[in-house]
């Protein structure tokens, strides 16, 4: 059976698609969508598609500063532009540029639409399920 390893490509790893939000939405409906989709992280759509990426962190950030949760809007905390890798990548390299950028979400793009996301966590997970051991075949 053949074990998924750093080398993989992201499509091995990746969950679905993230929820888009506009950068005037408020940080109370980025939570919503963030929520109805089971997902720590938004994609801020602006005019030429996706911007940028908003976290849970980035909005819990912005309510411990007392930011307004339904005035505030989502563009004002999203912390880091949108870097994205191809379904292709090597889990490795998106961990070198996760790593790199300090980011903990990286979305997957193919053909200019985002078609997936890498969450670091569930690399954790990938390395920790390898049996130790394995012989490479």
Known sequence: SHRCDLLCPVAHLMRGVPPFVDPESTLRTASQAMVAQGMGVAVVLGPEGPSSIVTDRDIVSALAQRADPDTVW?????????IAVGPTTSVLEAIRRMASKRIRHIPVKENGEIVGLVVSED???????????????
């Open 74 to 82: 989502i563009a004002d905390v999203a912390s880091s532009d949108l």
């Open 123 to 137: 690399i954790v997970h990938l390395v920790g399920a390898e049996s130790s051991g394995t012989s490479t075949a």
